[in-house]
């Protein structure tokens, strides 16, 4: 599942979301204050396009604001996982 | 309330359940006995030994005591039994496992089919930290193992070259050899897999604990015990086996027939065959609707219900069972209206409320009220059924005895009464299809003659109720826990809004809200007699104000009525429904009293329709009363207030006549100048079309556009005919007020009624198939014409032609197909919607997470608003809260 790496405009498309890759100390931060584990939160696969681009490896927590019809700014933390859940 | 005198076991909780295999030896170990005899019982009607019917297998007449255990039959548990296989079998529901299990290991020495370090790498660092933390992935990774694996041609560990194993659904293998394809046995199989070791098994997901896998070929087969599969004895004193014993009898006799083949040296095929069969019968024993295997019947008709059947299904064990049970205190009757109980009671039979009881505690304080219901006894209400004596751990049923005043006398504190429902009693009362939670809601019990429930007319809207003979259910919960859980939670008043949307979901409808508009037009002056009808039964805690025209004589308007039963310091303003074309308005300065103005509780402007007490309109009068004052408010309003609306009617009177949908002649000829008009536009369209020269809509053939251009003719026409229609009709017409108001009927059914029916269509089109060129023989052949595709200029008060009618019972079917098809497809998508979202919960932070404790939302809707507190969804009305501090002083 590599193939041609994506483009970097993808990332400034009205419809793709601003995504971060975490700090080791805002992740801990992060799960600590949701009281959660890791695999407990929703998860991104490695092979999502901007998750590429970020470079992120398996087990990084990636923030994504995006904008929300109802609240505003809309904050949620994605676990990279590097198999995808498709059955 | 716990009895003490009821037994009551600790209760078990289960922490997780694990599915496996049985092994052959768990078996044999559980077995008590082996069947070999497929008939069941001798010919004196005693069980064979050794037939599915041995005593081993458990007690199950009375008196019998079971050689196993001992016990009788009360107490024995029964036995499980085997079938020793005379050959193996293989599961055909594990077909797809077996098959990648095979291929995915060396033919010859079981191993796995990658390189030693790569297995070892997979088993120690990806399998055994991923199994428990992340089973969904581990799934994953099993699945590229054996994509792997069974990719390759030479084992690793040995050299033996492999090839491609073929599965043919539900049971046959064959092997790709070089020589040509070579059918695998159970046999052959059996020994592939009992080769893969533990290591090994485990990277193709398989636990070797609980599931050997060469535990999916059997070998010896249970037999579940008597119990599980009881007989019943028909009135004619014949037996009737249970179809498990059916299905398992089958079993053994081609079990024993396979087994003679092989003693005796049958030839091969014969032994093939017979082999075959019982893989079969093995099969349906477990889902007899298994794909692709032959059907167990009963002498050749109705299949029988094996393993998989009791599970499957709405009726099976788990959602016939566990997820739904029937329950006892619970009644159900057909509903009918009764406006003058309060919203949230419920009009109780006596009948019913003779026979639903609660249990209470007798107490110093209500031993007087206790003893009155022990002295009624079991057949007049208020009374008692059962009296539980603490001392004496006895339950007297009253039904039995004869001296009720000895009972009454001898209660002591501390014993338990059963006593009939009576007033003021909580229950929950539902009406089906339960399709969201204002679909069971709390009420009070009012016990009343008569057989069926009352229920009153503004909570129809929550259970989607009507009285064209409706039932509905209702519970009565017994202990004081529930009691208070309902009062605090259920009732009526706690789900006057609604959670999905923000607004009320109980209101006025139909008589209502014409009933409201009748009252608070300005033309409506009552005098003081039918100011005292309205008001007296609507309960008013004010007095009547001082009459808003003094002479000649007293008269009240009926905004003054309505400002009795508003809280002192509601403001409100919106606009009415009937605020519309001419009549529109959109502010306070408007003469054509369309917009509501309420200023400290006092109606200063404006008529009540639909958009001011409705069921279902978001930002109404009860809407915000419910948000501002409270719930308890609301329900107050509802049970004051919406009386007087339908006493109006009974004082002003409110009815339909043929004379209502007659229009003048002038507007007649108006219609008919209006069609005419259309005709020609529509011939005209027609002559383009077949001169070619129509001008086409983009993206449509010639005979679409055309089409498309002559209903949407015909739709202005029927627009343009109801507005002429309409327009002609006096304000006091009772069918323009109801559809204006919005209490029931809308233009369209005016138009109608009135002046045409306009374009009948199915599926958006118009009326083409029926005949090969035209929907009825009435017409030429091809014709175009608007008559001749379904378009009705008669109306319903003048009658339609025989063409006209028939055109309109073909739209009218295909409205009932659509309603049939929406509700089973709605359905359906619900029942998955529900079970993938019911564990779901708002959790104390704010996010919304399953039953594991997995994030699904970081905030519950991302905002974290309960839309059940908001106006429309919207958590803050600005408009309101500025017009609240600007129009203080007005």
């Given amino acids: 599942m590599s193939g041609k790496a ?82 | 309330m716990a009895l003490k005198f009821e037994k009551f076991r600790e209760p078990y909780v289960i922490e997780s359940i694990k599915f496996g295999l049985l092994s052959p030896h768990e078996i044999r170990r559980m077995a008590k006995v082996s069947i070999m005899r497929s008939d069941i019982y001798e010919a004196d009607g005693s069980p064979v030994v050794g037939g599915l019917r041995d005593p081993h297998l458990g007690a199950i007449e009375p008196g019998e005591s079971c050689p196993v255990c001992g016990n009788t039959r009360e107490e024995c548990p029964g036995h499980f039994g085997r079938i020793e296989l005379a050959r193996p079998v293989i599961l055909p529901h594990l ?24 297995i070892s790498n997979l088993t120690r660092l990806y399998y055994k930290r991923l199994r428990d933390r992340w089973p969904r992935l581990a799934e994953v990774v099993v699945k590229s193992i054996i994509k792997e694996a069974s990719e390759t041609t030479e084992c690793p560990h040995c050299g033996e070259s492999q090839f491609k194993v073929r599965y043919i659904r539900p049971i046959i293998f064959y092997e790709r050899r070089p020589e040509g394809e070579v059918r695998l046995t159970p046999l052959d199989i059996r020994d592939r897999l009992e080769k893969i070791p533990d290591e090994d098994a ?62 005796t040296n049958a030839p091969e095929t014969m032994i093939e065959d017979a082999w075959l069969t019982l893989q079969h019968v093995v099969a349906a024993y ?25 599970l499957k299904g709405k009726e099976g064990r788990l959602r016939g069972n566990l997820s739904g049970k029937r329950v006892n205190f619970s009644a159900r009757t057909v509903v009918s209206p009764d406006p003058y109980i309060s919203v949230n009671e419920v009009g109780v039979p006596v009948e019913i409320a003779k026979t639903l009881t609660v249990q209470v505690r007798v107490t110093p304080h209500n031993i007087e009220e206790v003893r009155r219901y022990v002295l009624n006894g079991p057949y007049k209400w208020p009374g008692a059924t059962f009296v539980y004596k603490a001392d004496q751990d006895r339950k007297i049923d009253l039904r039995y005895q004869k001296d009720y005043k000895k009972l009454a006398e001898e209660l002591r504190p501390g014993d338990v009464v059963e006593r009939h429902l009576i007033d003021g009693d909580i229950v929950l009362f539902n009406r089906q299809p339960t399709l969201h939670r204002m679909s069971i809601m709390g009420h009070i ?76 037009i300005k033309t409506s002056l009552f005098t003081l007699e039918e100011v005292s009808r309205i008001v007296s039964r609507a309960e008013a805690k004010t007095s009547i104000p001082e009459p808003a025209i003094l002479k000649p004589k007293p008269l009240w308007t009926g905004k003054q009525l309505v400002s009795m039963f508003l809280p002192q310091d509601l403001s409100f303003k919106g606009r009415a429904k009937i605020s519309s074309g001419a009549l529109k308005c959109d502010s306070e300065d408007c003469f054509n009293d369309s917009y509501i103005v309420i200023r400290k509780g006092r109606l200063l402007m404006g008529v009540m329709d639909k958009n001011a007490i409705g069921a279902e309109q978001p930002n109404n009068i009860p809407h915000v009363i419910a948000l501002e004052h409270g719930e308890n408010k609301a329900r107050e309003l509802f049970d004051t207030l919406f009386r007087a609306f339908i006493r109006v009617l009974e004082v002003k009177g409110l009815t339909i006549a043929y004379s209502d949908i007659e229009v003048p002649e002038e507007a007649m000829e108006e219609i008919n100048r209006l069609t005419e008009e259309a005709k020609k536009e529509a011939e005209e369209l ?205």
Avoid at chain 2, 454 to 479: K, S, T
């Fill in chain 1, 6 to 87: 994506p483009e970097r405009w993808i990332l400034e498309h009205r419809l793709v979301p601003e995504h971060r890759v975490l700090s080791l100390e805002e992740a801990i931060q992060i799960l600590r204050r949701l009281g959660v584990k890791p695999w407990q939160l929703p998860q991104i696969s490695i092979n999502d396009p901007v998750v590429r681009l970020l470079g992120a490896k398996p087990g990084d927590i990636i923030e994504i604001r995006r904008k929300s019809p109802t609240g505003g700014v809309a904050i949620a933390y994605r676990l990279v996982v590097a198999f995808e859940r498709r059955s």
């Fill in chain 2, 202 to 263: 485990m990277l193709l997901g398989v636990d070797p604990k609980s599931a050997r896998p060469e535990w999916a070929v059997l070998t010896v087969l249970p037999v579940p015990p008597l119990p599980v599969r009881p007989s019943i004895t028909l009135e004619t004193g014949l037996r009737a086996e249970d179809d498990l014993t059916h299905a398992l009898a089958e079993i053994v006799r081609q079990n024993e027939k396979l087994k003679s083949f092989l003693s």
């Fill in chain 2, 286 to 310: 477990i889902d007899n609707e298994f794909p692709n295997i032959y059907q167990l019947t009963h002498r050749r008709k109705r299949p029988l219900k094996t393993l998989a059947q009791r």
């Fill in chain 2, 686 to 890: 027609i002559r383009q079309y077949r001169e070619g020269v129509l001008e086409p809509i983009p993206g449509r053939t010639a005979e679409e556009s055309l089409e498309l251009k002559i209903i949407e003719r015909l739709q202005k026409l029927r627009t343009d005919a109801g507005e002429v229609a309409i327009r002609y009709l006096k304000p006091s017409n009772d069918i323009f007020i109801m559809t204006r108001t919005g209490a029931r009927g809308s233009d369209v059914n005016l138009t109608q009624m009135a002046a045409m029916l306009g374009q009948q269509t199915i599926r958006g089109r118009r009326i083409v198939r029926g005949f090969r060129t035209r929907p009825l023989s009435h017409f030429k052949l091809g014709e175009l014409s608007p008559e001749a595709r379904g378009f009705i200029r008669g109306n319903f008060r003048g009658g339609l032609k025989p063409t006209e009618v028939f055109f309109h019972a073909i739209a009218g079917r295909e409205g009932l197909v659509d309603t049939a098809v929406k509700t089973s497809q709605s359905g359906y998508m619900q029942r998955r919607l529900i079970n993938a979202l019911q564990d779901l919960v708002v959790s104390y932070d704010g996010t919304v997470r399953d039953s594991w404790g997995n994030i699904v939302q970081f905030k519950y809707g991302e905002d974290g608003v309960d839309p059940k507190a908001t106006y429309h969804g919207k958590p803050v009305d600005v408009k309101r809260v500025v017009e609240k501090v600007r129009g203080s002083g007005g």
């Fill in chain 2, 95 to 118: 077909g797809d496992i077996i098959h990648s299990m095979l291929q995915s290991t060396c033919r010859k020495c079981g191993r796995l089919l990658l390189p030693p370090d790569r």
């Fill in chain 2, 445 to 520: 019990v009012r016990v009343m003659p008569g057989k069926t429930f009352r229920v009153n007319l503004l909570v129809c809207p929550p259970y989607n109720a009507d009285f064209d003979g409706d039932e509905m259910n209702l519970h009565v919960p017994r202990l004081e826990e529930a009691q208070a859980e309902a009062r605090e939670l259920l009732l009526v008043e706690k789900h006057i809004l609604t959670p999905r949307y923000g607004g009320p979901i109980i209101g006025g409808r139909q008589d209502y809200i014409s009933g409201a508009y009748l009252l608070t």
